[in-house]
């Protein structure tokens, strides 16, 4: 059973282009949230999406930065315009809804590593 | 207000030695879970160990076990016989409502460094 899988893993853009990174959650998994980490930091939470919906948007920044997880295919964080406060971990995890559960385990992709110059 | 604090940026433990990383969490809900998570030098996050708030007893994993003291709000993690593998950064999460199973509010992470 794969775990969560994000690609690419590193990321390089120069600064005005577009980075789309993307996220599979794990086989069962339809909730999807995406993390960032900037440089020594802590992980903080940007978006929350269920199948082709947006759950919770709370913390993304309000220009240039969208998310979507569509009915088929992976979650896409698309970060348009890129500049170099950008630069940062971004970390994407599943969960499966269990009514049955006590709670409910996040299970964190490797992360893309974006690095605008 | 920082949901999570974790005051010890860095920390040196020899080998074989136990470690206790230092966690205090702030919330007004009765109904929430503690987490940690540690991430090794590749980047990877990978879960620890699970506290729900209503959990009587402490949490234990393997070698680490959850020091958690509601009452003044602290979630310590204890490492015991520390090994090599375990340097890496640790960091203290928190969800707050029992059945929300989103929004992970994280600490700014404490690096341990075993020593041989």
């Known amino acids: 059973n794969a775990g969560v899988m994000q690609n690419p893993r590193h990321l390089v853009r120069r600064r005005g282009q577009e980075a789309r990174l993307r996220c599979s959650p794990m086989k069962g998994h339809s909730h999807v949230y995406w993390y960032r980490q900037l440089p020594e930091e802590g992980l903080k939470f940007m978006v929350y999406l269920q199948k082709e919906n947006i759950i919770d948007e709370s913390g993304m920044p309000k220009e240039r930065f969208s998310a979507e997880f569509p009915k088929e295919g992976p979650s896409i964080l698309r970060i348009q315009q890129v500049v170099r406060g950008d630069s940062a971990a971004y970390f994407c995890?599943?969960?499966?809804?269990?009514?049955?559960?006590?709670?409910?385990?996040?299970?964190f992709g490797p992360g893309t590593r974006l690095t605008v110059l | 207000a920082q949901k999570i604090t974790q005051t010890q940026p860095g920390m040196f433990v020899q080998e074989k030695e136990a470690v206790t990383l230092d966690c205090t969490y702030d919330t007004s809900d009765q109904s929430y879970g503690l987490f940690w998570y540690k991430q090794p030098s590749s980047g990877e996050m990978i879960f620890l160990i699970y506290?729900?708030?209503?959990?009587?007893q402490n949490a234990t994993e393997g070698r680490y076990s959850l020091n958690f003291q509601k009452a003044r709000k602290s979630a310590n993690l204890v490492i015991s016989a520390s090994q090599l593998g375990d340097s890496a950064m640790y960091f203290c999460?928190?969800?707050?409502?029992?059945?929300?199973?989103?929004?992970?509010?994280f600490g700014a992470g404490t690096t341990v460094t075993v020593r041989a």
């Open positions: 999460a928190m969800r707050e409502g029992r059945f929300s199973d989103y929004k992970l509010s």
């Open positions: 995890a599943s969960s499966a809804r269990l009514a049955t559960q006590i709670y409910n385990e996040q299970f």
């Open positions: 506290q729900g708030s209503y959990d009587e």
